[in-house]
């Protein structure tokens, strides 16, 4: 299957530590976005990466938050000093570079903070 | 700020009928504007987009239209099947077009009815 893939697909912690989370997108998308989702929400843009350079981050992305795509293919998104209220589902997508703008999602990571 | 508003509230409609769901917008013109299926637990999957330019687009039993001075889509689904029934969300480019980041609404709940 060529679609996008995240891990792990559940994350349990302890308040106050750190997780990391891993994307892989469609092998030929030069375009990979970060999402965030809670319960009866639609998901939120948390930041974008086009090839290897971050070009856009939300206000919801504190300085918790590190996103990295180091050689333009997979991403990590980090937390450091988790809180209850990063539990959410943490969803990636990824793009093509041909003008199409639809976005592709994996099955995202839930993280859920104790 | 921008703002997309859908049907909170679930959509229940008989198999066989047209279901119409709507997304509203404020404070935005877009150059496009996308619709995608989520179903529970999963990642959001792309099933239109439509472009500022175009009053309407077809896919199978999909319809969406797109007016920009009502700044409103409607999306219709005809011959409903009750493999139809997941939410569904409007999203539109956070500044506007290109490969922005997107913003969701929070989705309309559908269920078909056999």
């Known amino acids: 299957d060529t679609g996008v893939s995240q891990d792990p697909r559940h994350k349990i912690t302890k308040r106050g530590q750190n997780v990391t989370f891993r994307c892989d997108p469609i092998?030929?998308?030069?375009?990979l976005y970060w999402y965030r989702q809670t319960l009866g929400q639609g998901p939120e843009f948390l930041t974008y990466?086009?090839?290897?350079?971050?070009?856009?981050k939300s206000r919801l992305l504190s300085d918790r938050f590190s996103a990295e795509r180091p050689k333009g293919s997979f991403s990590t998104l980090e937390i450091q000093r988790t809180e209850q209220g990063d539990s959410a589902m943490y969803l990636c997508?990824?793009?093509?570079?041909?003008?199409?703008?639809?976005?592709?999602f994996g099955p995202g990571t839930r993280l859920t903070v104790t | 700020s921008q703002k997309i508003e859908q049907n909170s509230e679930a959509l229940n409609i008989q198999e066989g009928k047209t279901a119409t769901l709507t997304c509203n917008y404020t404070?935005?013109?877009?150059?496009?504007l996308q619709w995608y299926r989520q179903d529970p637990g999963r990642g959001p999957v792309f099933l239109l987009l439509?472009?500022?330019?175009?009053k309407e687009k077809r896919k199978e039993r999909l319809k969406v239209t797109f007016d920009t001075t009502l700044k409103q889509s409607l999306f219709h689904i005809t011959a409903s099947q009750p493999a139809d029934s997941a939410t569904y969300l409007c999203?539109?480019?956070?500044?506007?077009?290109?490969?922005?980041?997107?913003?969701f609404g929070k989705g309309t709940h559908l269920i078909i009815q056999p």
């Open positions: 997508a990824s793009s093509s570079r041909t003008g199409s703008y639809e976005q592709y």
């Open positions: 092998s030929e998308h030069n375009r």
């Open positions: 990466f086009q090839n290897e350079a971050q070009l856009e």
């Open positions: 404070n935005y013109s877009p150059a496009y």
């Open positions: 439509i472009r500022e330019n175009e």
């Open positions: 999203a539109l480019p956070q500044r506007g077009g290109g490969a922005d980041g997107l913003t």
